[in-house]
């Protein structure tokens, strides 16, 4: 780069200069330029507002509140509890806190790295395409080995499955996420790598004043001054997720420079409870009905009040704010740009519209027909017992790469399936079984209301794997469709043309 700046100068010194010398001089400039700039590092990054939707387990069952964390682009693990800038190639970190992170010292927050929180895994190309309880257990013990040998060693950390470190691996088999996300600077980010990593991370978790939602708000706040608040009137004086995350929310569309949009991540489709969508305080009394029977009986008078309040001011829909303002995810790990917010076919393009969707599940019902009349399934019914069955029946393992399998003994011999998103037909995998897991799995996504349904850039992936499934099956409906384009079946040779 030196030497060409140095022969720029050569020939822009010259006092005349020819028609072939100008176009010289013009070509290496810009030629610098485009060099210079394909150098450089990206100049932003971002920081999100992750809201976890809420499981059925401890307080969360009665609140419905889900949980909180922050998302970093830039700023990646040197540790589970130190912060430091990423390196070309890594996407970026998951920082949370807890009551009990469950560690041999009383830590305030763990960062995981990004692709380990949504999917127990570094690499996205191996993130599974089922979910289990038996085989996050087995991701949380490698994560475990690899990450937190310094800092995890009585039973209380590396057997007690209280110890919410667990959390931070796979989080998206036991719920829905959302993150909304706006872009930073890298001065803000070193800024607040030093704030975190000079500051003691000693736990002082409390439910009332210093909650998991108070630490993000915190943590946001560091960045954007003011930006995320509590609700104290429709969260009874708390702060919760679904606050942070609805006044950051307005913040940012406040500042149209800081580049708004939302991604989300669906629960892995498997044997797992389904989470629920967060809510307020005054949103849970108003729309569960163990609370709004009581009301109705003993305080009726404060009702309507409760109802006019979440109406009025706490109303707030993360699907929504997706659908509004989509994020172009590649990958399902990393924001590459902004779509166009106000263009209808982009938004289509990310959460699908009610007419794909029901073209796709029209085109199921056929495929699962064609896969009954060939002996592939019995029936309806075994799809929808099938993860069941499945887990029940098999041993999950991951390979030193990180892909996950399914072992399982039938009938007096040994057979494996592919887990992950790129080994479903690798060498080894079982394609009947795998055939028999993606209907499964296509079926319930299908079937599954917006928050709970991975987004049409994620599916239109999926479906493209069914095809390949079929094509070893010999099922013909399948992999001669393209919703949008064929409407109609026409038969054709059943040989396989794998």
């Given at each position: 780069?030196?030497?060409?700046?140095?022969?720029?100068?050569?020939?822009?010194?010259?006092?005349?200069?020819?028609?072939?010398?100008?176009?010289?001089?013009?070509?290496?400039?810009?030629?610098?330029?485009?060099?210079?700039?394909?150098?450089?590092?990206?100049?932003?990054a971002?920081?999100?507002?992750?809201l976890?939707?809420?499981?059925?387990?401890?307080?969360?069952?009665?609140t419905?509140?889900?949980?909180?964390?922050?998302?970093?682009?830039?700023?990646?693990?040197?540790?589970?509890v130190?912060?430091?800038?990423?390196?070309?190639?890594?996407?970026?970190?998951?920082?949370s806190?807890?009551?009990?992170?469950?560690?041999?010292q009383?830590?305030?927050?763990?960062?995981a790295?990004?692709n380990?929180?949504?999917?127990?895994?570094?690499?996205?190309?191996?993130?599974?395409?089922?979910?289990?309880?038996?085989?996050?257990?087995?991701?949380?013990?490698?994560?475990?080995?690899?990450?937190?040998?310094?800092?995890?060693?009585?039973?209380?950390?590396?057997?007690?499955?209280?110890?919410?470190?667990?959390?931070?691996?796979?989080?998206?088999?036991?719920?829905?996420?959302?993150?909304?996300?706006?872009?930073?600077?890298?001065?803000?980010?070193?800024?607040?790598?030093?704030?975190?990593?000079?500051?003691?991370?000693?736990?002082?978790?409390?439910?009332?004043?210093?909650?998991?939602?108070?630490?993000?708000?915190?943590?946001?706040?560091?960045?954007?001054?003011?930006a995320?608040?509590?609700?104290?009137?429709?969260?009874?004086?708390?702060?919760?997720?679904?606050?942070?995350?609805?006044s950051?929310?307005?913040?940012?569309?406040?500042?149209?420079?800081?580049?708004?949009?939302?991604?989300?991540?669906?629960?892995v489709?498997?044997?797992?409870?389904?989470?629920?969508?967060?809510?307020?305080?005054t949103?849970?009394?108003?729309?569960?009905?163990?609370?709004?029977?009581?009301?109705?009986?003993?305080?009726?008078?404060?009702?309507?009040?409760?109802?006019?309040?979440y109406?009025?001011?706490?109303?707030?829909?993360?699907?929504?704010?997706?659908?509004?303002?989509?994020?172009?995810?590649?990958?399902t790990?990393h924001?590459?740009?902004?779509?166009?917010?106000?263009?209808?076919?982009?938004?289509?393009?990310?959460?699908?519209?009610?007419?794909?969707?029901?073209?796709?599940?029209?085109t199921?019902?056929?495929i699962?027909?064609?896969?009954?009349?060939?002996?592939?399934?019995?029936?309806?019914?075994?799809?929808?017992?099938?993860?069941?069955?499945?887990?029940?029946?098999?041993?999950?393992?991951?390979?030193?790469?990180?892909?996950?399998?399914?072992e399982?003994?039938?009938?007096?011999?040994?057979?494996?399936?592919?887990?992950?998103?790129?080994?479903?037909?690798?060498?080894?995998?079982?394609p009947?079984l795998?055939?028999?897991?993606?209907?499964s799995?296509?079926?319930?996504?299908?079937?599954?209301?917006?928050?709970?349904?991975?987004?049409?850039?994620?599916f239109?992936?999926?479906?493209?794997?069914?095809?390949?499934?079929?094509?070893?099956?010999?099922?013909?409906?399948?992999?001669?469709?393209?919703?949008?384009?064929?409407?109609?079946?026409?038969?054709?040779?059943?040989?396989d043309?794998?």
């Amino acid at each position: 780069m030196r030497k060409l700046m140095l022969n720029i100068r050569e020939l822009t010194g010259r006092r005349l200069l020819t028609g072939q010398a100008v176009g010289t001089v013009a070509f290496a400039i810009v030629l610098a330029f485009l060099l210079v700039c394909l150098a450089s590092p990206r100049a932003y990054a971002d920081v999100g507002v992750v809201l976890n939707e809420s499981l059925d387990s401890s307080i969360d069952r009665i609140t419905g509140t889900g949980h909180s964390a922050v998302y970093f682009s830039r700023i990646c693990a040197e540790s589970p509890v130190k912060l430091r800038l990423c390196r070309p190639g890594e996407q970026g970190s998951v920082m949370s806190n807890y009551i009990n992170i469950g560690e041999d010292q009383p830590f305030e927050w763990n960062v995981a790295p990004l692709n380990v929180y949504l999917y127990g895994v570094e690499d996205s190309r191996h993130r599974t395409i089922f979910g289990s309880f038996k085989l996050k257990h087995v991701l949380e013990e490698r994560y475990r080995q690899r990450y937190l040998s310094a800092y995890c060693n009585g039973p209380s950390c590396t057997t007690s499955l209280k110890a919410e470190w667990r959390e931070m691996v796979a989080a998206t088999f036991i719920r829905s996420i959302y993150i909304f996300v706006v872009d930073t600077t890298v001065e803000q980010d070193k800024e607040l790598i030093a704030e975190f990593n000079d500051a003691p991370n000693k736990n002082h978790f409390n439910g009332v004043t210093w909650n998991c939602a108070d630490f993000t708000r915190h943590l946001i706040n560091t960045y954007f001054p003011h930006a995320a608040n509590p609700d104290y009137v429709n969260d009874f004086g708390m702060t919760t997720p679904k606050a942070v995350a609805r006044s950051f929310t307005h913040f940012a569309l406040r500042q149209p420079e800081l580049n708004f949009r939302v991604m989300h991540f669906a629960q892995v489709p498997g044997t797992i409870k389904r989470s629920s969508e967060v809510r307020a305080g005054t949103e849970q009394l108003y729309h569960s009905k163990k609370f709004l029977i009581p009301m109705a009986i003993f305080a009726d008078y404060e009702l309507p009040a409760v109802a006019a309040t979440y109406m009025l001011t706490g109303r707030f829909n993360p699907e929504r704010e997706f659908e509004r303002h989509p994020a172009m995810v590649k990958n399902t790990t990393h924001i590459r740009q902004q779509l166009d917010a106000d263009s209808p076919d982009e938004q289509a393009r990310s959460a699908g519209t009610s007419s794909q969707w029901k073209e796709y599940r029209r085109t199921l019902d056929s495929i699962v027909e064609e896969a009954i009349q060939d002996g592939i399934i019995s029936n309806h019914k075994e799809l929808d017992h099938f993860f069941k069955h499945f887990d029940d029946a098999g041993t999950p393992v991951v390979d030193e790469d990180g892909a996950s399998w399914m072992e399982i003994v039938e009938n007096g011999r040994s057979i494996r399936v592919g887990l992950s998103a790129d080994n479903t037909f690798s060498q080894g995998s079982d394609p009947q079984l795998a055939y028999k897991l993606l209907l499964s799995r296509t079926q319930y996504v299908l079937k599954s209301p917006k928050h709970r349904r991975e987004t049409m850039l994620e599916f239109k992936q999926d479906w493209t794997t069914l095809q390949r499934a079929s094509a070893k099956n010999a099922v013909t409906f399948a992999r001669n469709f393209i919703p949008g384009k064929d409407r109609h079946y026409t038969p054709i040779s059943n040989g396989d043309d794998d």
